[in-house]
């Protein structure tokens, strides 16, 4: 990729000048580079999800590892920049981390679906304690649910799990069939890769913090500014926007 530079732009608006910095000309050209970047990668992601998943088992065992396959690729191109940069202080792995940490809207969703997993564990080990309570003949001498499953771990940040769970965890999991029916059911995957893109896009948001934090002079959103910029980034592109002076 070529060195990204900014350049100072005058706009005329209603008879009034409005000037994007070079600051922000560099944040809004790392912005669209990593669009397109995330757009890519979010329709192969896309791709391998309907080739791999087709149920509550297949989404849990192989979305992490889809969601990391393709985060990778857009993170290195990030960190390559940071070199070039002249940016030697942060490694890969740290990098991903940090990332990670930060943006995880995509991660937090999967999350979710295992936290309802778990749930549907503990009430079925729950009617099953209740109804071993009744029964004199049942309970004790290490018949109860001393080896019960206590359901599966969730991704973190700084673990995406990218072994993803394995079939016979889920397999042996206390989780009927219509359970599983059900909880698959409440996935939306259309919000799910949406989520999947902005995580990669974000990547973005990710690389230029970083160049700040090392010395370049980049443009920042703030809260107060932030929607403002985004629709002066989004009005920068449209075909009827005056063009710069």
């Not at 791999?52 to 297949?58: H, K, W």
Request: proline letters at 4%; a negative charge; hydrophobic letters at 45%.
């Amino acid at each position: 990729m070529d060195r990204v530079t900014g350049a100072a732009r005058s706009f005329p608006i209603f008879g009034q000048t409005l000037t994007v910095p070079e600051s922000m000309d560099v944040f809004n050209s790392y912005r669209l580079i990593f669009q397109n970047i995330a757009f890519k990668l979010c329709d192969a992601a896309e791709g391998a999800y309907h080739a791999n998943i087709r149920d509550l088992d297949s989404f849990l065992e192989h979305f992490i590892k889809i969601y990391d396959c393709m985060l990778n690729p857009v993170v290195k191109e990030a960190f390559n920049i940071l070199i070039a940069e002249g940016v030697w202080t942060v490694n890969y792995e740290a990098f991903l981390e940090q990332h990670v940490a930060d943006f995880h809207l995509a991660i937090d969703d999967y999350n979710a679906v295992i936290d309802r997993f778990n749930a549907a564990i503990e009430e079925n080990q729950r009617k099953v304690s209740n109804m071993m309570g009744y029964v004199p003949n049942l309970t004790g001498g290490g018949f109860g649910l001393t080896g019960a499953l206590k359901g599966i771990a969730k991704a973190t940040a700084f673990n995406l799990v990218r072994d993803g769970i394995e079939a016979s965890v889920l397999r042996n999991a206390d989780v009927k069939p219509v359970q599983r029916v059900e909880l698959y059911r409440q996935i939306n995957p259309d919000v799910l890769l949406d989520h999947v893109f902005i995580d990669y896009w974000h990547v973005f948001l990710s690389l230029v913090w970083a160049l700040i934090q090392n010395g370049q002079a980049i443009w920042w959103p703030t809260d107060q500014a932030y929607q403002q910029a985004n629709n002066i980034f989004h009005n920068l592109t449209h075909p009827n926007f005056p063009r710069w002076m």
